[in-house]
């Protein structure tokens, strides 16, 4: 086990090493590093100071040591456009993003469990005909678009929901106020429809697979009523893999929001990587992401120890 | 099904060739034919619309700035009539989507075949070098299948800057791998039959192997990747054009049309957005039905 | 006083794609009051489907087509949904073939025995709970308070099919359909299910009906034995009658490959071909493709003929000159 975690543990450090490599090489060879990493505005004589002070007067492989070095210490550079530290600013929008992409996955289970379900248990009726042609669409549906049509008819058309922005927050997150709350649905149920989109598939898979087991036919022999069987039999066999591949999703939620984001101008990590990207603040473009390649990296070393905790045969193939 | 040949005389029957196989088990679906309809209707539009299509959006000439702005179904200042209305620059929508249309499909098109040249021969070279070669291109593989697509595409785009051939090269870059996965697995058991031993004893030459034997075999999987990686890179592209990182304002794409009407949507003027989205729905969906049916018509699991 | 069940000409059909399988095609049998019945037969020949056609869970595209399913002199076959629901684990229970699939994995034992308990007795948990520990402990398992807690991966095959057991035995049912329930577990576990679930029988009054394509189980436990063959029963009689004077080609063949009844250095005999396809079987007697003493007769149907007392066969030619060995 501790051998497995170790070497693991080891992998991710590995990967980490090599997307600092890549950002490091897109950022320093790829581009001209001086235009790059200061502001456009700097005169003559700040741009030297920089380049002194960045070290981008040493060889390649000595920049990417001191990059390293000050990416360890929480350096990431200056915002050009805030002149705030780059990581402090991703930080300070990561409550944002966090809380749309967990509404956005509460959501996904909310409807695309019950759909699922009921697709999976009449799957001839015209109902689950419907809920399959829908969940094709949510798969094929440009998620930005989606969005302005919600804007059109839930925000514009009907005025019943507001469009932009997260409304009042309370400590700093909108779904603790009713304002906030209603800020937040459309562009939670925006993100969310790709994933609803799964979980409805996932669950009418799972729901058709586990009524074939003999457990199932085993509890109508023992007569427990229709109800109970699916949903105490059925519902829980599929509970535990649907919600494990929804959390799975949680690292590409977060990387589609944002489109969300931008639609709804949710103040999210995903609008201030695209805003910077328009504006080419770089700095903030190499933090946001380093910090999500890193946030990728700890998602997946989670949910592979998860695994192998939780099953036997990766546990002894990782002590072989 | 027989009462649809009812005033046909029973066909001659005709050598049952793979491809004829193919072609009668595809069109037995309604919805995927509909789709082929569709998709094929959606091309001639796009290839035709320097002929067809009512105004030439991108003639300065032919708009007039007073035009701006009109609701579907208006007459301009020119006499047309601009049925889905026009831009705040007064260009005819309906013109500006036949247009959008060709830069969509062919940026959607184009990466989908190069990324499939890329990834394929990755693909082959994996399965057929084997070793060490074969573990690098498939652990480069698994990494680019971790990072969710768009994630990969923005960070492209944020080193190399706008511009359709950087918008080509990130789809490339972030959807070869799944060419690569699909060609070699099926490549990986094709290798294994007999006849690939047999050829490799009467030392044919590798390329030899490679495209006479090995990738006709592998071509029923990478069409049914490829049609659904053509809708994704269309989808995407847009995606990119809307978040302003991808075609420039010179060439828009339906994604880019879509952008520009998004500030006046909060104002009650949809049809700026609405309708080159529609017309990318309409792309997305006819070429996904079609995907749809191929992975059932060409899965062999799925045959009995 | 009426048999415990009395099926009379049951057809269960299934509707495929491919044409209408005729699992079951007019079977009729007798289970009297405390009495074992052995359904014996090769894969494939409807045992399992007549199962689950008398405790009413033929899933579609399977049907009940026809026939009468007689329990208690109340015809399962007309009852609606829910008043065989009320039957199903209470006054007959079924226990399946294989242990490790037929209890939830997700939940715990004791969660399983006390919803069958709910399901049909208005108790409150506490007594529930107190049936399912007494039951555990009837079919030997030992420390049962403490095994309630567990699920069902932390128990070994054997006694995983012990708690199905305990599960049948709950309401005391008058009827319990076994389907192959030892087939899964080694020879001594086997026996030890069998004994106990003999004693049981016996104390209790329950019927049983034993699936299995095992003869030498069919010998030590059943009273009577009917022999399927593609969808019908060939040959029926007492235990004792049919395995020691086999009358239908087919029972002989069956008898003739269990190892323990052959003589020492005999090589085994084994029928030769395949269980037919029940899709479009031909007209005539089905076992014609496989049977020695085949002709031009047997092109017709057979009936099932009584040719001794207590003992019917569906042959022409059945094996009525020999003696049993
Ligand atoms: N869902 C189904 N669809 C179509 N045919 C079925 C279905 N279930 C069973 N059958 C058919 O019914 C026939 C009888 O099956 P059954 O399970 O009763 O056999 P069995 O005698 O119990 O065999 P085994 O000893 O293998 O358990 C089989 O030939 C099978 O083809
Ligand atoms: S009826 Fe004819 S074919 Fe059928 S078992 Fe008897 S002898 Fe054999
Ligand atoms: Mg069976």
Redesign the pocket.
Same mark, same amino acid.
């Given at each position: 086990m501790t051998v497995y975690l170790l070497r693991r543990l080891l992998q991710s450090l590995l990967v980490l090493v090599a997307m600092s490599v890549i950002v490091f090489v897109g950022v320093y060879a790829v581009g001209d590093p001086v235009e790059i990493l200061i502001s456009p505005d700097a005169d003559q004589f700040e741009r030297e100071r920089a380049i002194r002070a960045l070290g981008l007067d040493l060889p390649l492989w000595q920049q990417y040591l001191v990059f390293v070095k000050n990416a360890l210490q929480g350096d990431l550079g200056r915002s050009f456009v805030f002149s705030e530290p780059a990581l402090q600013l991703i930080l300070q929008k990561m409550p944002a993003t966090m809380e749309l992409a967990f509404g956005a996955m509460f959501i996904s289970i909310l409807i695309g469990l019950p759909l699922g379900l009921y697709a999976g248990l009449k799957p001839e009726s015209p109902g689950a005909k419907v809920i399959m042609a829908g969940s094709i669409l949510g798969f094929s549906l440009p998620t930005f678009w989606v969005g302005l049509m919600l804007i059109m008819v839930f925000a514009v058309q009907l005025g019943w929901l507001p469009s932009t922005g997260r409304g009042e927050t309370l400590y700093g997150w909108s779904f603790l106020t009713a304002n906030g709350l209603s800020h937040l649905l459309l562009p939670a149920i925006n993100l969310a429809l790709f994933k609803i989109s799964l979980v409805i598939r996932l669950t009418r898979s799972g729901v058709r697979e586990t009524m074939l087991m003999d457990y199932v036919k085993f509890a109508r022999a023992k007569g427990l009523s229709p109800a109970r069987v699916t949903y105490v039999h059925v519902f829980k066999n599929i509970l535990i893999p649907v919600v494990t591949v929804v959390g799975l999703e949680l690292g590409s939620t977060i990387a589609f929001s944002v489109v969300t984001e931008s639609v709804f101008a949710w103040p999210g990590m995903g609008k201030l990587i695209i805003d910077s990207i328009n504006v080419l603040d770089r700095p903030v473009i190499v933090a946001y992401l380093l910090i999500i390649v890193l946030m990728f990296i700890v998602i997946n070393l989670v949910v592979d120890i998860l695994y192998s905790v939780l099953d036997p045969r990766v546990r002894l193939e990782g002590q072989a | 099904m027989s009462d649809v040949t009812l005033d046909k005389a029973p066909v001659a029957p005709r050598e049952e060739t793979p491809f004829r196989r193919f072609v009668s088990e595809f069109m037995s679906s309604k919805i995927a034919v509909g789709g082929l309809l569709v998709f094929l209707v959606i091309v001639v539009v796009a290839l035709l619309a320097p002929w067809i299509a009512p105004q030439n959006p991108y003639d300065l000439g032919q708009i007039d700035i007073m035009d701006g702005r009109l609701e579907p179904g208006e007459v301009g200042a020119s006499g047309i009539t601009h049925w889905l209305g026009t831009d705040d620059q007064g260009r005819d929508m309906l013109s500006g989507i036949m247009y959008g249309l060709r830069i969509s499909l062919t940026v959607g098109a184009g990466s989908a075949l190069i990324a499939c040249l890329v990834g394929a021969s990755l693909g082959l070279l994996a399965a057929y070098a084997g070793g060490r070669t074969d573990t690098v291109i498939m652990r480069l593989v698994d990494l680019q299948l971790s990072f969710p697509t768009i994630l990969a595409a923005l960070m492209i785009l944020a080193f190399l800057g706008k511009g359709i051939m950087n918008v080509v090269i990130a789809l490339v870059i972030v959807e070869w791998a799944y060419y690569a996965r699909t060609v070699r697995g099926s490549a990986l058991v094709e290798r294994r039959r007999e006849y690939i031993e047999a050829a490799q004893c009467l030392a044919l030459p590798t390329r030899r192997i490679l495209f006479r034997h090995l990738l006709p075999n592998c071509l029923p999987p990478l069409i049914v990747v490829g049609t659904i990686q053509v809708a994704r890179a269309i989808a995407l592209e847009a995606t990119l054009s809307f978040l302003g990182l991808g075609v420039p304002i010179t060439e828009p794409s339906l994604g880019l049309l879509i952008a520009n009407g998004y500030e006046y949507m909060l104002s009650g003027k949809y049809w700026i957005s609405f309708y080159p989205g529609v017309a990318l729905l309409v792309t997305i969906v006819s070429i996904n039905l079609m995907g749809d049916h191929l992975r059932d018509v060409l899965n062999p699991r799925l045959k009995k | 006083m009426t048999a415990t069940l009395e099926v009379c000409d049951l057809k269960t059909h299934?509707f495929?794609r491919a044409g209408v =399988?005729k699992?079951v095609d007019g079977v009729s049998f007798t289970v009297g009051r405390g009495k074992v019945l052995g359904l014996v #037969?090769e894969?494939?020949? #409807?045992?399992? =489907?007549t199962g689950f056609s008398i405790i009413g869970l033929v899933?579609p595209?399977?049907r009940v087509v026809g026939g009468q399913i007689l329990f208690q002199g109340r015809d399962l076959a007309k009852i609606s949904e829910e008043e065989m629901r009320q039957l199903r684990g209470n006054r007959i229970a079924m226990i399946f073939?294989d242990p490790m699939m037929t209890l939830n994995p997700v939940l715990r034992v004791d969660t399983q025995m006390i919803e069958t308990v709910l399901a049909h007795e208005k108790v409150d948990r506490e007594s529930a709970r107190q049936r399912a520990r007494d039951a555990l402990g009837m079919v030997g398992i030992p420390s049962p308070e403490e095994r309630l807690k567990s699920y069902p991966h932390q128990f070994s095959g054997g006694m995983r099919q012990r708690v199905a057991i305990a599960i049948a035995l709950l309401h005391r049912p008058e009827l319990i359909i076994a389907d192959?329930p030892t087939t899964a577990l080694d020879v001594t576990i086997q026996g030890q299910i069998l004994a106990e679930v003999q004693k049981l029988a016996a104390n209790t009054g329950t019927s049983l009906i034993w699936i299995t394509?095992d003869l030498s189980v069919v010998a030590g436990l059943a009273d009577d034995i009917a022999v399927m063959y593609a969808g019908r029963i060939v040959e029926e009689g007492q235990v004792s009658n049919v395995l020691d004077a086999p009358l239908h080609p087919y029972t002989v063949g069956l008898i003739g490959s269990v190892p323990s009844r052959n003589k020492r250095g005999e090589p085994l005999r084994q029928i030769p071909g395949m269980t037919p396809s029940?899709l479009n079987l031909p007209a005539g007697c089905a076992f014609r493709s496989r049977c020695a003493r085949a002709d031009e007769v047997c092109l017709k149907e057979p009936a099932l003929f009584d040719l001794r007392p207590g003992q019917r066969a569906r042959c022409f030619h059945p094996h009525l000159e020999e003696v049993a060995a």
């Open positions: - | - | 299934f495929t =399988v699992a #037969g894969s494939g020949s #409807g045992k399992s =489907v899933d595209p399977g073939q192959e394509h029940l």
